[in-house]
């Protein structure tokens, strides 16, 4: 039988696992919003809102403080076991991935006001596919997170090379126009820079999924995934 001691124990880390959860799907908010600004910076040519998703990455770094914080918190004052450790863990993988796609974010928008001092190039259009590719992959795995769908996390898994496909195309079509217009190698290469920042989130995306396997089976996978990634052929 359970004391009245035990269930306000119990009920008070379900609590503080609840609002761990939060701040991570808040974070996780905050993190597809720079995408899309920054991706809205760069198709409008717009130098004043790239400086706003720079100023913004500042309040996703804190985050993933606090989160770190509060998961050293826990895991000393509650000293979680079994699944409860592994939420924990995961939520601290988790934040630390979601920082890194803040970055990602931040980067292409510095880089977009760079390319605002030139023309326009005909090959940024394969971007922003790119962009919504690597986006879409990413709000997958924090919904399979949220629901701890280790199913539908093993299908985001596998859509990584569905980013890599993409990556790989913009980087081939890059390479032909930079050597038949070598004036434009400059700002070719920052789109370069770009199209990894973002084929970068999808790798994020994928070591969410990868996360929320881990907390429903207890288990990593043995193998490695697959990668459509060819630019190093």
Not at 131 to 142: G, K, L, N, S
Not at 164 to 186: G, K, N, V
Request: aromatic content about 6%; proline content about 3%.
């Amino acid at each position: 039988m359970t004391t009245p001691t035990h269930d306000h124990i119990v009920r008070s880390y379900d609590g503080e696992l609840l609002r761990l959860n939060g701040e991570i799907e808040h974070m996780a908010a905050l993190a597809s919003a720079q995408i899309e600004h920054a991706m809205r910076a760069f198709e409008q040519r717009d130098s004043a809102a790239a400086d706003r998703v720079i100023a913004a990455d500042a309040v996703i770094d804190r985050l993933e403080q606090e989160i770190s914080q509060d998961v050293l918190k826990l895991l000393a004052l509650r000293q979680p076991l079994a699944r409860d450790l592994r939420e924990v863990y995961a939520a601290l993988r988790i934040s630390s991935d979601i920082e890194r796609v803040g970055d990602y974010a931040t980067n292409v928008a510095k880089r977009s006001r760079i390319l605002n001092q030139s023309a326009p190039l005909l090959p940024a259009r394969g971007l922003s596919a790119l962009a919504r590719v690597a986006t879409e992959q990413f709000a997958a795995a924090m919904a399979a997170y949220h629901a701890r769908d280790a199913e539908q996390a093993l299908i985001v898994r596998a859509s990584d090379t569905e980013v890599d496909a993409h990556y790989t195309a913009l980087f081939r079509e890059l390479l032909t126009y930079m050597a038949e217009s070598p004036q434009q190698i400059t700002p070719c290469t920052h789109l370069l820079f770009m199209a990894k920042n973002l084929e970068r989130i999808g790798d994020h995306a994928t070591n969410i999924a990868e996360a929320t396997w881990f907390v429903v089976h207890g288990e990593v996978f043995a193998e490695q995934r697959e990668k459509a990634d060819l630019t190093s052929q």
